[in-house]
């Protein structure tokens, strides 16, 4: 079972930033924080992950807690082709993904 | 920008025939694996490879299923009597190391009639 859980759904508005949490409260010292996106049917598109510091990439940013128990992703300024499948994965070493049922994003014009 | 490469992307098979899905990994990569997404359903892990072997599988890569790296450039999935139940889409992924991001394929659409 992933170890994650996300709001089924959110919305947002064109051009406004997306924050998508997703909580991770059993979370071990040695795993990251990963996310993924999934348009349609399209194979998963890597976002972003991160350890414990906030990071951040030319697509999104990724804070993380101090207590690392939860962290949220940020898409700065979101269009209409940022409507996806969000997911919030935490893996260790052995890297298998283990993909929950996301968060499906609408973003509105 | 490097990809990975799936073929074919839509395949129709009939039930307990074989088929294989074949994948071209990132050049560089040196970690492969399966996943599937039933239509409506999440997307599930199957099988990891790395060094020529499997290093983990789950419950669903069953004896019906196996995987291979025949000429060091391609990754294939075989599934030997393919059920109704196994219609699904099929993703290929790589990654260069351990403990990075993993790089998908844009997936086979498996339709078993």
């Known amino acids: 079972d992933a170890k994650t859980t996300q709001p089924t759904s959110m919305d947002c508005a064109e051009g406004r930033a997306a924050n998508l949490p997703c909580n991770h409260s059993t979370i071990s010292g040695n795993e990251y924080v990963y996310w993924y996106r999934q348009i349609h049917s399209q194979g998963p598109q890597y976002i972003i992950h991160g350890l414990k510091n906030n990071e951040t990439n030319e697509m999104a940013s990724l804070i993380i807690t101090e207590d690392r128990k939860s962290s949220t992703l940020i898409l700065p300024h979101a269009t209409l082709r940022d409507t996806a499948v969000y997911y919030c994965?935490?893996?260790?070493?052995?890297?298998?993904?283990?993909f929950g049922p996301g968060t499906r994003l609408s973003v509105l014009p | 920008e490097p990809e990975v490469t799936q073929t074919p992307s839509h395949q129709v098979t009939q039930m307990g025939q074989e088929v294989i899905l074949r994948c071209v990994p990132i050049s560089n990569h040196l970690y492969f694996y399966w996943y599937r997404q039933i239509l409506g359903q999440k997307v599930e892990f199957l099988v990891s490879f790395y060094n020529n072997e499997i290093s983990e599988k789950s419950e669903i890569f069953d004896d019906q299923f196996s995987v291979e790296r025949p000429d060091g450039s391609n990754f294939t999935l075989k599934i030997r009597s393919t059920k109704l139940e196994d219609s699904a889409m099929y993703f290929c992924?790589?990654?260069?190391?351990?403990?990075?991001?993993?790089?998908f394929g844009q997936g086979t659409r498996l339709t078993v009639v």
């Open positions: 994965i935490v893996t260790d070493y052995g890297q298998n993904f283990v």
């Open positions: 992924a790589s990654t260069p190391r351990a403990n990075t991001e993993a790089f």
